[in-house]
Each structure stands twice: as structure tokens, then as C-alpha cells.
């Protein structure tokens, strides 16, 4: 199973509303991240988790909280987004094995924020 | 700072032809390179990459790329093109250290075959 899965596929969430983003992988990953990517553009590394501590926060405004509840599982949570975060969010997950391996990713959650 | 660079936002290439999609990087050290593909409303899946070794990769779906030490360029190529093979192509430089894989993209490539 090489698959990330990520839920929803789509949120529509106004500014005021707590939403959460899901991701789930069953390669035996440690490392997992959250990437958001506007329209036309690259992905931009968001966070990093390696064997589910955060080790990497890219100066993320605190309206985005990650969660790593277990090796498998990947939750961004959302509170108080301006409409300028609306993106395509990307779930990735990659070994840990102090060499560049590649990355999977999930299909994304297109988020519009209202 | 690590860096790739896709020069071309939009390559054309008429089905059959053979295809290249260019990348340069700029790396201290010994670069990871990757490409990675993208299709409409979807994630990026995987292609191939340049960790060490022989400077041309195999990779999946027939692509290729070539490493070139020289020009810091490592180019994405293909013998024949599909119209199928029309998405968004990315490069990328991976910085690895204890906290994980951590990819940079260049600004992507668009690819259009044409029947």
C-alpha cells in the first residue's frame, strides 16, 4: 500500500468556523508533512513530523495547529482562516532513514475559506 | 540556499515526439534531486530521482532524466510523448537531516502534448 489519504477532498469553511484536516498512511512512515500550494503555484512546506514530534514549523500563523496523534495519522486543525488561505493543502509521508528518500503524497483537501 | 529552477513555464511537444523539461538546481554539496508529476486536481505523485550514481535515472511511466554535474541541470526527459503524459511537472532539491525529507519545487513546468 503506497497510498496517503487525505479528508475531506473539499472544505468550504467560513472565518469563524474550527475545521480539520485528515491524513492517513500505512507504509510504516515516520516522517509526515503538511505542504499548501495556491493555484499555479509549487507546494510550500507548511510543517514536518518526525516520529510524531513536530520538527519543523515554517513560521505557519498559529490559525494552522498540526497534530500528530499516531504514526499513521496526520491532522491539521483550522481556526479563524482569512480567505487568502484558501489552497490546495498536501499531505506527504517518507521514510526516515538519514538519506533523501521520496515523498507520497495525498491528493490534497481544496480548501476555500468564505 | 538550495535551490531548483524551472526556466520554461509551458512546454509544447506533439504526440511521439520526443520530450525534455528542464530543471537547474543550485545545491551546496551533494544534491538530491526528484521530479514529481502533477495532474489536475490531484497530488504530486512521484517520477524519479538522483541521489548518486549513473547521471541518467529511470524512472516511472518512461520518463527519464539526465544528471549533468557540469551545467547543475537535471533534465526530464521522455523518448516519445502522450498526449496522457499533458500535467504539470515539478523539480525538486531535497535538504535531509534527522527531521525528515524536506522538498523545495522549482515553479513547475506545464506539459501539453498534442495529438
Known amino acids: 500500500d503506497t497510498e496517503v489519504t487525505q479528508t475531506p477532498k473539499h472544505l468550504v469553511m467560513g472565518m469563524t468556523n474550527k475545521k480539520s484536516l485528515k491524513c492517513e498512511q500505512h507504509?510504516?512512515?515516520?516522517?509526515m508533512y503538511w505542504y499548501k500550494q495556491k493555484a499555479k503555484k509549487p507546494p510550500e512546506l507548511m510543517f514536518v513530523?518526525?516520529?510524531?514530534?513536530?520538527?519543523i514549523n515554517e513560521s505557519v500563523p498559529s490559525r494552522f495547529s498540526p497534530e500528530c496523534p499516531n504514526s499513521s495519522l496526520l491532522n491539521l486543525h483550522l481556526h479563524a482562516l482569512q480567505p487568502e488561505d484558501s489552497a490546495l493543502y498536501l499531505c506527504?509521508?517518507?521514510?526516515?532513514?538519514?538519506?533523501?528518500?521520496?515523498?507520497?503524497f495525498g491528493q490534497g483537501t481544496r480548501l476555500t475559506v468564505v | 540556499a538550495q535551490s531548483v529552477a524551472q526556466p520554461e513555464d509551458q512546454v509544447n511537444v506533439a504526440e511521439g515526439n520526443p520530450l525534455t523539461v528542464k530543471c537547474t538546481y543550485s545545491?551546496?554539496?551533494?544534491?538530491?534531486l526528484f521530479w514529481y508529476v502533477q495532474y489536475p486536481n490531484r497530488g504530486l505523485q512521484f517520477l524519479l530521482k538522483?541521489?548518486?550514481?549513473?547521471?541518467l535515472v529511470k524512472g516511472s511511466y518512461g520518463f527519464e532524466a539526465e544528471f549533468n554535474k557540469s551545467q547543475t541541470s537535471f533534465h526530464l526527459k521522455k523518448p516519445s510523448a502522450l498526449v496522457s503524459d499533458s500535467a504539470l511537472y515539478f523539480c525538486?532539491?531535497?535538504?535531509?537531516?534527522?527531521?525528515?525529507?524536506?522538498?523545495?519545487f522549482g515553479g513547475g513546468t506545464r506539459l501539453m502534448v498534442k495529438p
Open positions: 513530523y518526525s516520529y510524531e514530534k513536530l520538527s
Open positions: 525538486a532539491v531535497s535538504l535531509t537531516n534527522n527531521a525528515g525529507n524536506m522538498l523545495t
Open positions: 538522483y541521489i548518486t550514481g549513473d547521471n
Open positions: 507504509m510504516g512512515h515516520r516522517a
Open positions: 545545491v551546496s554539496g551533494n544534491p538530491y
Open positions: 506527504a509521508s517518507s521514510q526516515v532513514i538519514g538519506r533523501a528518500t521520496e515523498a507520497f
